[in-house]
């Protein structure tokens, strides 16, 4: 696993924070960005990533994996695994994240609102926190990722429609599209 540190010439208004976010929210990532993490982080997709069931599509933006089972039609969305189902598996024992330079557009954003302009109205950050800069264009980059990633979901739900999403073959899968 690699491992990196905040580094101190960062600005990062996390550094005096407690880390609720890191411990109360699911980090649901797009498909490209999921594949970045892969490929920068150079973690096996199933080290760190994971499918989940649990996710209100009404509350995220990104186009959900679709199965059929049972006469029922289920979401499934990637997430950032979750160590003893609360801190996020790149949480670090300093609360600082270990893979801060390659952490996620949601993780990055937080707590702007997805398009990096307005704070969420109900942000758990205890400190204030300053927008970092490239905040916006991160806001951009994830906006074309969701594109991409609803393409490939689409292609994926198609071609694998009665099958719940393994991450092994969820992750040769997206690494030819």
């Given at each position: 696993?690699?491992?990196?540190?905040?580094?101190?010439?960062?600005?990062?208004?996390?550094?005096?924070?407690?880390?609720?976010?890191?411990?109360?929210?699911?980090?649901?990532?797009?498909?490209?960005?999921?594949?970045?993490?892969?490929?920068?982080?150079?973690?096996?997709?199933?080290?760190?990533?994971?499918?989940s069931g649990n996710i209100d599509?009404?509350?995220?933006?990104?186009?959900?994996?679709?199965?059929?089972?049972?006469?029922?039609?289920?979401?499934?969305?990637?997430?950032?695994?979750?160590?003893?189902?609360?801190?996020?598996v790149f949480l670090g024992e300093?609360?600082?994240?270990?893979?801060?330079?390659?952490?996620?557009?949601?993780?990055?954003?937080y707590p702007f609102e997805l398009?990096?302009?307005?704070?969420?109205?109900?942000?758990?950050?205890?400190?204030?926190?300053?927008?970092?800069?490239?905040?916006?264009?991160?806001?951009?980059?994830?906006?074309?990722?969701?594109?991409?990633?609803?393409?490939?979901?689409?292609?994926?739900?198609?071609?694998?429609?009665?099958?719940?999403?393994?991450?092994?073959?969820?992750?040769?899968?997206?690494?030819?599209?």
């Amino acid at each position: 696993m690699i491992l990196m540190s905040i580094s101190p010439s960062i600005t990062n208004s996390c550094k005096s924070c407690t880390a609720r976010c890191c411990r109360g929210l699911a980090v649901v990532l797009t498909i490209p960005e999921a594949k970045r993490m892969v490929k920068d982080t150079g973690l096996q997709p199933e080290d760190f990533l994971e499918f989940s069931g649990n996710i209100d599509s009404r509350e995220t933006p990104h186009y959900p994996l679709l199965v059929q089972r049972e006469g029922k039609v289920e979401e499934y969305f990637i997430v950032i695994k979750r160590r003893r189902k609360v801190d996020c598996v790149f949480l670090g024992e300093d609360l600082a994240c270990t893979v801060y330079e390659q952490r996620p557009h949601v993780c990055r954003l937080y707590p702007f609102e997805l398009e990096g302009k307005k704070m969420k109205e109900h942000a758990l950050c205890p400190v204030k926190f300053e927008k970092e800069a490239g905040t916006e264009e991160t806001a951009a980059q994830l906006r074309k990722d969701l594109i991409d990633h609803g393409k490939i979901a689409r292609k994926w739900s198609i071609d694998y429609w009665d099958e719940i999403p393994d991450m092994k073959k969820f992750s040769e899968y997206f690494g030819s599209h």
